[in-house]
């Protein structure tokens, strides 16, 4: 499991190297390529037009004609330009300045013909441009430039569009946050067009290894909050790493790593970068094994398709683990379930169903998913109560997972996406994920019954309140005035402050520092950050107290305030009476 020092706030930074010059970050294509790329492939079409025109131009004005009076004439340098401009654009008025000759019609006539070829010759290399790979690329690439240089919203850098990035562009989207998408696939960039999403995300086919590519994506853009590295190639997650690491060390990054080799090289360049799913299912395994408790409340909290607390299992310790696996996940899940002190069976899949009769845990991780529901149903059959852990790829077959009852899926993209979003959307939420892995079942406990007693059973929704002038000016001007106003009075309802909203403070940040399940008596200062976990309308009406300022001094002192000023000089022509 990763230090949790390293994750108790999303931004957290890689210390800046000493750099004798600026190192500005490498963008791809210039501006004008589309320019350039066009008139290479124009250039002879354009040669043999110009070519022509001239030819056809130079011999209509040696053509002998005569005017209307019967003399002799020959056209001149614009008369004759002015001719064949009109009939190299088909337009054809008339015979400029006089009706012409024979010799000039036959010349005319040859002249339709060149100008005619030449020109066809022309569009239909220019259509053919147009259906070229390498200018339609050149096209898009321009395109996504443009979009992503008129960005004025902060945005986060998504390279990789798998399950894993869909997941994680749809939850921004739900969030209001803008992101760009960097992909190999063709399919894959064309699908976030396809993707109802409320903005417009600017979408590129690329190689997410080349810091080109990261560059035209936004890298150096001065709203650029993120790099999240989701391709399934960890040397390709490692060299988006490098990339932002050394040539924007200020901006995180996040990286999926399934190699332990590949994952401490990562580490090197940005400690807390890492999100290794198959590591931390192993900690959740053994957090579900060991302190079921402190399980089931993260369980809870995380975002899941829970909409109750889910149940609680003990007695997952004594008794024996049967593992059917493929080798690499197989000796991963064995190693991590034996360092626990726990006994574990590593069966091969290929040599039939393992017997699983007299063990108390079961998991299926082949790398085929229907062999993995029908192993876990089979172990059902011969054990009711063994309880079953389930690798899949995908979601697609979440249907059958949830009438086989399964006690836990284990998804590495979903996983990744999870814990992705948890450290930016709710930073302070992760740090009490990190904090809760350290602490008993005791703690959990009490946890998880103070929030069902504020909350409820279903599962609560978070939101991190922080206590700016941005975003709770009421809640700030307060405070400025010397006034004190704690965290229980936050939490009152603002029509009966006797009463309480339906959520409950996880954590309290203060100048940096996280205080984890703070007392209601916690006097609030500016800056603050208050992590509160509760039902909608509870979260809704909290974040309603912090633009009112006559609400919070109602929350913090009791007083009835005039929302008017009619209504105050009649109070205060009231209050003087009864004085």
Request: with cysteine; glycine share 6%; net charge negative.
């Amino acid at each position: 499991m990763p230090n949790p020092a390293h994750l108790l706030a999303f931004w957290t930074r890689r210390p800046a190297r000493l750099r004798p010059k600026p190192v500005r970050v490498p963008t791809t294509v210039p501006t004008t390529d589309v320019i350039f790329l066009l008139m290479r492939r124009m250039r002879a079409p354009f040669i043999v037009v110009i070519t022509t025109f001239s030819f056809c131009t130079t011999g209509l004005m040696l053509m002998p004609g005569v005017d209307a009076q019967g003399n002799p004439y020959r056209l001149t340098v614009f008369d004759a330009f002015y001719q064949m401009t009109i009939t190299l654009t088909t337009v054809g008025y008339s015979e400029v300045p006089h009706a012409f000759s024979y010799p000039q019609r036959m010349w005319l006539s040859m002249s339709i013909y060149l100008v005619v070829l030449s020109w066809a010759y022309a569009i239909g290399v220019f259509f053919s441009l147009l259906q070229n790979t390498a200018f339609q690329e050149a096209i898009a690439a321009q395109r996504f430039r443009r979009q992503v240089r008129r960005m004025v919203e902060p945005f986060v850098i998504v390279a990789g569009y798998g399950q894993a990035g869909r997941v994680v562009g749809s939850e921004l989207d739900e969030h209001g946050r803008r992101f760009v998408v960097i992909d190999k696939q063709a399919s894959r960039v064309q699908s976030v067009i396809s993707e109802q999403l409320s903005f417009d995300v600017p979408a590129v086919e690329g190689d997410c290894a080349v810091p080109t590519v990261l560059g035209m994506a936004g890298l150096a853009h001065r709203d650029c909050e993120g790099v999240l590295a989701l391709t399934n190639d960890d040397d390709t997650n490692l060299a988006i790493v490098m990339t932002v690491s050394l040539l924007r060390p200020e901006v995180p990054v996040f990286a999926r790593c399934t190699d332990p080799r590949i994952q401490a090289r990562i580490e090197h360049f940005a400690p807390a970068a890492v999100i290794n799913p198959d590591d931390r299912f192993g900690d959740y395994l053994a957090l579900s094994i060991h302190q079921p408790v402190n399980h089931q409340l993260l369980r809870w909290l995380m975002d899941n398709d829970e909409e109750q607390l889910p149940p609680l299992r003990r007695g997952l310790a004594a008794g024996r683990w049967v593992v059917c696996a493929d080798p690499e996940f197989g000796h991963d899940v064995v190693s991590d379930l034996t360092a626990h002190g726990l006994s574990v069976d590593l069966v091969d899949p290929a040599a039939g169903d393992p017997d699983v009769s007299d063990a108390v845990g079961f998991i299926a991780g082949t790398g085929n998913e229907t062999t993995n529901i029908a192993l876990a149903e089979r172990a059902r059959l011969s054990n009711p109560d063994v309880y079953l852990v389930v690798q899949q790829h995908t979601n697609a077959k979440k249907a059958l997972l949830d009438a086989l009852q399964i006690d836990s899926v284990y998804i590495a993209t979903e996983l990744t996406a999870r814990e992705i979003l948890a450290r930016i959307l709710t930073p302070v939420f992760w740090s009490f994920v990190e904090h809760a892995f350290g602490r008993d079942d005791q703690w959990a406990t009490g946890v998880r019954d103070h929030l069902q007693e504020r909350c409820g059973r279903r599962t609560p929704q978070r939101d991190v309140i922080a206590l700016s002038p941005e975003q709770a000016p009421a809640i700030a001007d307060w405070l400025r005035r010397g006034e004190t106003l704690t965290l229980g009075d936050l939490m009152r309802r603002p029509d009966d402050r006797d009463a309480t909203l339906p959520l409950a403070a996880v954590v309290l940040v203060h100048d940096g520092e996280p205080c984890f399940m703070p007392s209601s008596e916690t006097a609030l200062a500016l800056g603050d950050q208050v992590l509160f976990v509760g039902k909608p309308e509870g979260l809704s009406q909290v974040r309603e107290i912090c633009h009112y300022p006559t609400t919070v001094e109602y929350l913090a002192t009791g007083r009835d305030v005039p929302l008017t000023w009619i209504w105050a000089r009649l109070t205060a022509r009231s209050r003087a009476k009864t004085t």
